[in-house]
């Protein structure tokens, strides 16, 4: 669950909601980056459905007791969440091969960024990372890839994880939240083309509505609909959160994601 909280309440999105936005950043994708429309077909399907492995988790959160609010996708403890990470890619390896493969590898990427509290947490995700990579090699034998293929799959991953960053942005704060006061993007979001001088791209708000790039990989403006639960604080203190969560409406909020030409002259004359 991407969950940020106000005074009265906690916005709580599934993460496969998450990705669903991930998967319409990755579908306005530039075609040309593509050797071929099945190509892309793959890519799409891998960041739309990376998540899947949260979605009985989701339909069900739960409350850490530590910090006395609902866990995230960042304190749900590793044993479990292992266990829906395998059985989403497992599930996305019926559907897909090679989007099964993008999906392993971009977990890899991001459980390499955990850290570790205990030498028990360390043995899991070695676990995991091991399991995993067993997973990626029957998968590259049976899509019979070389030199080229590799780097195709490196430079999808990458795109994977900036559609996901972006989506993060976008569910993570209110909207019109400066970039400064995100925890995570305050210098920007990682860019996927080795071209691109700095690594990085700015995002920020230029309305409650719209998000601008500092560099723009899509065809043109993307819209984007987030759905999220609002969560009121006070109905969890008197129903417990499983309650007060199914209880619940679905919220829909929508954005534009454009191009800024020019991030410094835009801030001058904001």
């Not at 999105?13 to 593509?34: K, M, N, P, R, V």
């Not at 230029?206 to 500092?214: A, E, F, K, M």
Request: proline fraction near 3%; charged fraction near 25%.
């Amino acid at each position: 669950m991407v969950i940020y909280e106000t005074d009265q309440a906690y916005i709580m999105t599934t993460q496969h909601d998450h990705a669903h936005i991930s998967g319409e950043l990755a579908s306005q994708w530039e075609d040309s980056a593509f050797k071929n429309r099945r190509h892309k077909q793959d890519f799409v399907y891998a960041a739309r459905e990376h998540d899947r492995g949260w979605i009985q988790l989701d339909a069900a959160p739960f409350w850490n007791d530590h910090v006395s609010a609902p866990y995230t996708f960042i304190d749900f403890p590793l044993n479990p969440r292992f266990v829906f990470y395998r059985l989403g890619i497992d599930e996305v390896e019926q559907g897909n091969t090679y989007a099964a493969l993008l999906c392993s590898l971009m977990y890899k990427e991001l459980v390499g960024r955990i850290e570790h509290q205990n030498a028990q947490d360390k043995q899991i995700t070695h676990a995991y990372q091991e399991a995993e990579a067993q997973r990626r090699q029957r998968l590259k034998q049976e899509l019979a890839c070389g030199v080229t293929f590799d780097h195709q799959v490196r430079t999808d991953v990458r795109r994977m994880l900036f559609c996901d960053e972006l989506s993060l942005f976008l569910c993570s704060r209110e909207p019109g939240t400066p970039t400064a006061d995100y925890e995570w993007f305050a210098e920007g979001l990682s860019f996927p083309a080795v071209r691109h001088e700095s690594g990085r791209v700015w995002a920020e708000w230029l309305s409650d509505q719209t998000v601008g790039l500092s560099f723009f990989p899509f065809r043109g403006k993307v819209g984007i609909t987030h759905t999220f639960k609002k969560v009121d604080k006070e109905k969890i203190r008197t129903f417990g959160l499983l309650e007060a969560y199914r209880s619940s409406e679905w919220t829909h909020r929508t954005f534009t994601v454009e191009h800024i030409m020019e991030v410094e002259e835009h801030k001058e004359n904001a």
